[in-house]
């Protein structure tokens, strides 16, 4: 008879590991060479002790994912940022400006080219979509 295991913590490895006492995260069957890939650069015992590297890596993967979606969030920010300094010099605030041209039935492509703002040339100014 099997002792009773613990009850499943959220991993992002959903398999659970093979010893039956394990205290630490349940992990998915991922091999070693698969887990020392991804901790490369990492430090300390992180990159060479795989129990320690295990975790370090699914942290890292937690920390992607999310990152992934704030990345998004930061770019929306800066373009609405840039988009109210370039209007307000024409006395117009940012709020106005969309709503004019929602009103106009204008779209405008936040990044023409998939270049950033920053390097678009000052004589295209914004980009607009018809």
């Known amino acids: 008879m099997q002792p009773a295991r613990r009850p499943a913590r959220f991993s992002l ?7 039956a006492y394990s205290y630490r995260v349940e992990y998915r069957d991922m091999n070693k060479k698969e887990v020392f890939k991804l901790a490369k650069g990492f430090r300390g015992r992180a990159k060479n002790c795989i129990r320690i590297a295990r975790e370090r890596v699914e942290k890292a993967l937690q920390y992607s994912y999310r990152d992934r979606r704030n990345k998004k969030r930061d ?22 400006f969309m709503h004019g041209l929602i009103k106009e039935n204008i779209q405008i492509n936040p990044f023409p080219g998939n270049r950033p703002l920053s390097t678009t040339p000052k004589k295209e100014g914004l980009a607009i979509l018809v």
Do not use: D, K
């Open 13 to 19: 490895f959903t398999q659970p590991s093979p010893c």
């Open 75 to 96: 770019m929306r920010s800066l373009w609405i940022e840039r988009i109210n300094a370039g209007t307000r010099v024409h006395g117009v605030n940012y709020g106005n």
